[in-house]
Antibody
Framework: QVQLQQWGAGLLKPSETLSLTCAVY????????WSWIRQPPGKGLEWIGE???????NYNSSLKSRVTISVDTSQNQFSLKVNSLTAADTAVYYC????????????????????WGEGTTVTVSS | QSVLTQPPSVSAAPGQRVTISCSGS????????VSWYQQFPETAPKLLIY???KRPSRIPDRFSGSKSATSATLGISGLQTGDEADYYC???????????FGGGTKLTVL
């Protein structure tokens, strides 16, 4: 059974850099897309970006200039960095495993996230 | 402002059936498969429906999904008080090359 364990600093100051890591246990690391998602207090889910085992990334265009997602396949881990933090970055941050494939018959993408980390609360405050 | 549109809240009595809608566009729901997630307070979301209408093995058949054109629907029958949660739709957006979610719908079982 695949499990995601995430960790990182929970209290940061404005202008600092957020750094979180997610480790994958009990399953294959390749063949999936590894995502970061955040949820501000009382609000909905916001996808931050993803990376696969080869290091190929996709980012939310609204965050792309401040976000870096990296992978360490030797440790089955992937990481998130968000720089130039403001109070608006205060949120619970989740890592998740995504499955994406292309249905060539119907020209559509399958995509879903089937395993999630427990979440890390990040507060940005001076 | 979320790319996918969901009603903020729905409610129904125990035992009844409720539906939650999710509206998008050609670049997301219209041309890709939809998934649904259930989230209880202070916990991580959980996959409920994938590929428009498939359920993970642990999900009871009271939960169902469907899609038509650029809209998707989550159905929950035989409502239980334990179904009170937030529900999110999600899919891949081919124009944005990004995952997009709905704003979430809070289900209240009266």
């Amino acid at each position: 059974q695949v499990q995601l364990q995430q960790w990182g600093a929970g209290l940061l100051k404005p202008s600092e850099t957020l750094s979180l890591t997610c480790a994958v246990y009990g399953g294959s690391f390749s063949g999936y897309y590894w995502s970061w998602i955040r949820q501000p207090p009382g609000k909905g889910l916001e996808w931050i970006g993803e990376i696969n085992h080869s290091g190929s990334t996709n980012y939310n265009s609204s965050l792309k200039s401040r976000v870096t997602i990296s992978v360490d396949t030797s440790q089955n881990q992937f990481s998130l960095k968000v720089n130039s933090l403001t109070a608006a970055d205060t949120a619970v941050y989740y890592c998740a495993r995504g499955e994406r494939s292309f249905d060539s018959e119907n020209f559509q993408y399958f995509y879903h996230m089937d395993v999630w980390g427990e979440g890390t609360t990040v507060t940005v405050s001076s | 402002q979320s790319v996918l549109t969901q009603p903020p809240s729905v409610s129904a009595a125990p035992g009844q059936r409720v539906t939650i809608s999710c509206s998008g566009s050609i670049s997301n729901i219209g041309n890709n498969y939809v998934s649904w997630y259930q989230q209880f307070p202070e916990t991580a979301p959980k996959l409920l429906i994938y590929d428009n209408n498939k359920r993970p093995s642990r999900i009871p058949d009271r939960f169902s999904g469907s899609k038509s054109a650029t809209s998707a629907t989550l159905g929950i029958s035989g409502l239980q008080t334990g179904d009170e949660a937030d529900y999110y739709c999600g899919t891949w957006d081919s124009s944005l090359s990004a995952v997009v979610f709905g704003g979430g719908t809070k289900l209240t079982v009266l």
